[in-house]
T-cell receptor, first 112, second 114 residues
Framework: KQEVTQIPAALSVPEGENLVLNCSFTDSAIYNLQWFRQDPGKGLTSLLL?????REQTSGRLNASLDKSSGRSTLYIAASQPGDSATYLCAAISGSARQLTFGSGTQLTVLP | EAQVTQNPRYLITVTGKKLTVTCSQN?????MSWYRQDPGLGLRQIYY???????DKGDVPEGYKVSRKEKRNFPLILESPSPNQTSLYFC?????????????FGSGTQLSVL
């Protein structure tokens, strides 16, 4: 059964800093890996999706990488801003039923 | 606007009183799913559906029912709610095209069972 782990559980950084969020998964037979953002009391917003055949995806200040062989993905946020404060979740899609397995998330706080 | 709509946003009920949480998507997605989110346990899948009349259990299906009679709707039914079903619920939908499997989420339903 797929298990997804995110480290750290919480992170606090000053504005302008570059940062990396980590995600690891136990079953490398994934279709893709998706990063989400969740604001308090709100739903999840998809940030980036990396296909299993890809190594990375970029959107603005965000860059996500995928290393299937080691079971790891990272989300890199450049020049962080207070508006980036949120919980970031990664999720792996795997299995014949395309089951989505979420990590517990990293709660990010960017201090002005 | 492409969206997943859940209703209600907040719901307080009592043990044993049947309730339904509705979910509707306007993107013609084949795939729809329900999750619950609990502190320390993250998001866990309750049920999912790959198409009309096709539903299957996720990781935590006990105490829940779903139906998929139309492509756009995927209601979650709690026949006899219990306090351990107090949680934040999310509906999601997505295309089954392998190269475009982004999931779109509703805004959530905060359920309290007294």
């Amino acid at each position: 059964k797929q298990e997804v782990t995110q480290i750290p559980a919480a992170l606090s950084v000053p504005e302008g800093e570059n940062l990396v969020l980590n995600c690891s998964f136990t079953d490398s037979a994934i279709y893709n890996l998706q990063w989400f953002r969740q604001d308090p009391g709100k739903g999840l917003t998809s940030l980036l999706l990396i296909q299993s055949s890809q190594r990375e995806q970029t959107s603005g200040r965000l860059n996500a990488s995928l290393d299937k062989s080691s079971g790891r993905s990272t989300l890199y946020i450049a020049a962080s801003q207070p508006g980036d404060s949120a919980t970031y979740l990664c999720a792996a899609i795997s299995g014949s039923a395309r089951q989505l397995t979420f990590g517990s998330g990293t709660q990010l706080t960017v201090l002005p | 606007e492409a969206q997943v709509t859940q209703n209600p946003r907040y719901l307080i009920t009592v043990t044993g009183k049947k309730l339904t949480v509705t979910c509707s998507q306007n993107m013609n997605h084949e795939y729809m799913s329900w999750y619950r989110q609990d502190p320390g346990l993250g998001l866990r899948q309750i049920y999912y559906s790959m198409n009309v009349e096709v539903t299957d259990k996720g990781d935590v299906p006990e105490g829940y029912k779903v139906s998929r009679k139309e492509k756009r709707n995927f209601p979650l039914i709690l026949e006899s709610p219990s306090p351990n079903q107090t949680s934040l619920y999310f509906c999601a939908s997505g295309s089954l095209d392998r190269f475009n499997e982004k999931l779109f989420f509703g805004s959530g339903t905060q359920l309290s069972v007294l």
